[in-house]
């Protein structure tokens, strides 16, 4: 047994966490150590399970959900049912899925299923004072009940089992992924963890593209553009009124809320919305964005892990080589296809192109991050002029731009840029919190503004497609109306209440948009691309490195 003097300040350690322990280390660092939790089908199922089949099945259990605890174990939990049969206790662990087989067929229990009925029996032993010599495994999917004998063995098991997870949760390394890869399916963890893509990157092996990624979005964003629109709470859902009536949401169909200068948000809302982890976002009416939540854990061990990596000069020159060469080459490529078609458009673009190409040839020798911002100077200015050249004969000449122009736009076509480069921002800002990096801490962009570095640095490679791109192609297709579409301030342009809600519609709708990730072989949403590419700059320090920014333009 672990003598509680052993274990100090150290909080107990759950009896499902053991489960997780023996089914997979990674799993274990991630639940216990990073506190990310994610509930999918599978574990509402098990869920379900406990609530309908338990009570059904143990006719008599003396004790049902019966919490257990041991100082001397260092260890809590709730166990499914203990019963006593002819004057002997048993702990009972309940199972949707099926069991193990032995050689000759047997039925055996799972490693994590036999070790948390084991840690329930010892825990139940105690708390009662009256030996348990058994634990039994009942699994519903082939109706079988295995029985565990609680002796010696079982407890050294016990013993070295608590004993790994007490060094994993000292430790600021994460477990490599399972060699095992038929647990990955059924992990509730897999889209956190990404294990194909780690795999792939680690074996430089063609192999199935991976699956385990979700490929669109499940929920969406909620926009609030004007000034009368409140967003209230009613029980679980959002309670939306504005001028034009009123709409209740629930909330598990938002995964963030976008605040266009003054709607308002109550504090019941807000609480809701902290719950459930929907990201709230604050942007100006212009698009710039002031202030997002984020309800994502501490999650201190992986923020140690960035700092780290992130005051490593090597390691931050490679990753800006790599986002400036996303970047650019991203930006070639649009001009390249933009106009290939059309002889007299490649010929007014070819110098821009000639020279966007010669400073992309010189990204992966900079020498440092003063020479990279400038070679990507040198191509910012050369595509931004380029891109007039990609706009429709047909349209509006208002809507045609004059160079870049930001903070503020000064016509119609940079106010539509900077709108959409505001709510980009916004959506890298709350996908690097959820997935639990800091902003705030980057490695290209320097913190000289209040923009968290981080997300400027990620914004990068994303400003081409799910900006650019449908904002020419929505110009040449005469989507804009110059005249109501736009505000104009002296010789600053805003976009109106309309043409406002214009550019959240086409920004959403290219969201949705499916692109086969170059790397990963996967269709996915861009909005899932975006999520993925953060998820796969975390691993840059996280055991499997080179993932990030493989994403590029065709
Ligand atoms: S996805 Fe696979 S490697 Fe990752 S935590 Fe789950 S079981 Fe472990």
Redesign the pocket.
Known sequence: MIRAADLGDEPPIRVMALHALL??E??FY?EEVEEIRVADGNVYAGRRLHLERVSLDDETPEMRSYDVSSEAWGVVGKVDAVRKRDGVWIAYEHKKGRCRRGESNEPLAWPSDRIQAVAYAVLVEEQLGEPVKQARVRYHADNVTVLLDIDDAARNDLRTAIRRARVLRESTERPP??ENTR??PK?S??VV?L?EEERLALDHADELPPR?FPSSRERHTLHVTTAKTRVGRSGESLLVESETGKQKIPIEQIDSILIHGYGQLTTQALHLCAYRGVAVDWLTFGGRFMAGTSASPGRVQQRIRQYRALTNEALCLDLSRRTVHAKVESQLKYLLRASRTDGAVRQSIQEPIDRIRAALSKVDQAAGIDSLRGLEGIAAKDYFAALPRLLSSRIDPQLIPNGRSKHPPEDRFNALLSFGYGMLFALVHRTLLGVGLEPALGFFHQPRSAAPPLVMDVVEIFRVPLVDMPVVGSVNRNQWNPDSDFTIAGRQVWLSDDGRKKAIALFEERLTEMYRHPFTSQSMSYARIVELESRLLEKEWSNAPGLYARMRMR
């Open positions: 089914y997979c990674r799993l991630l992924v399972t647990l990955c992990c963890l897999a963890c294990p385990l």
